[in-house]
T-cell receptor, first 112, second 114 residues
Framework: NAGVTQTPKFQVLKTGQSMTLQCAQD?????MSWYRQDPGMGLRLIHY???????DQGEVPNGYNVSRSTTEDFPLRLLSAAPSQTSVYFC???????????FGPGTRLTVT | AQSVTQLDSQVPVFEEAPVELRCNYS??????LFWYVQYPNQGLQLLLK??????LVKGINGFEAEFNKSQTSFHLRKPSVHISDTAEYFC????????????FGTGTSLTVIP
């Protein structure tokens, strides 16, 4: 039981490049989400999903896309990276009954 | 949208002393409340949660928190801290009618001094 896994751990992009951050969970949780963590700002919700095929926007969705084709996977796509997207990104899945969120180890992204 | 306020960005405390980390939220509707801990270069780990019932909730590592609806607060306490408690602590709120969006505070950095 690996919990929530994220790849890569570190990534450096140039402005304008695109990439996908991967997230997978093996707990059969319906709810998954993506957050970004910036110094002094806590965690902010980017997108979330309440099940396969269902996604919705959080507080800071601009510049990011998501899709949920399976219960296990919830990738986050940066379409055209900008320096403002330099951050640490966390994926989480949530137990629908207990509301406990389980976080992945994070991806540290730098956009130059 | 919710707002979650953690007034203390940094809290230094001596080992074996008590500590309280404060959290206030803005919602006037029914909420679920959470405290998470983050150790350096790691993800967040749930310390404790309030969904319903007793307003005093106990979590892992000897932490507890009290839900005060009239003051819209959910302060975290520990009677005697250890060096290993040095970490970043985040308060989070979710509205109970949907539970789909979680709002986090900006965090409190707890440093335990030997």
């Amino acid at each position: 039981n690996a919990g929530v896994t994220q790849t890569p751990k570190f990534q450096v992009l140039k402005t304008g490049q695109s990439m996908t951050l991967q997230c997978a969970q093996d707990m059969n949780h319906e709810y998954m989400s993506w957050y970004r963590q910036d110094p002094g700002m806590g965690l902010r919700l980017i997108h979330y999903s309440v099940g396969a095929g269902i996604t919705d926007q959080g507080e800071v969705p601009n510049g990011y896309n998501v899709s949920r084709s399976t219960t296990e996977d919830f990738p986050l796509r940066l379409l055209s990276a900008a320096p403002s997207q330099t951050s640490v990104y966390f994926c989480a899945s949530r137990n629908g009954r207990t509301y406990e969120q389980y976080f992945g180890p994070g991806t540290r992204l730098t956009v130059t | 949208a919710q707002s979650v306020t953690q007034l203390d960005s940094q809290v230094p405390v001596f080992e074996e002393a008590p500590v309280e980390l404060r959290c206030n939220y803005s919602s006037s509707v029914s909420v679920y409340l959470f405290w998470y801990v983050q150790y350096p270069n790691q993800g967040l780990q749930l310390l404790l949660k309030y969904l319903s019932g007793s307003t005093l909730v106990k979590g892992i590592n000897g932490f507890e928190a009290e839900f005060n609806k009239s003051q819209t607060s959910f302060h975290l306490r520990k009677p005697s801290v250890h060096i290993s408690d040095t970490a970043e602590y985040f308060c989070a709120v979710s509205e109970s009618n949907t539970g789909n969006q979680f709002y986090f505070g900006t965090g409190t950095s707890l440093t335990v001094i030997p």
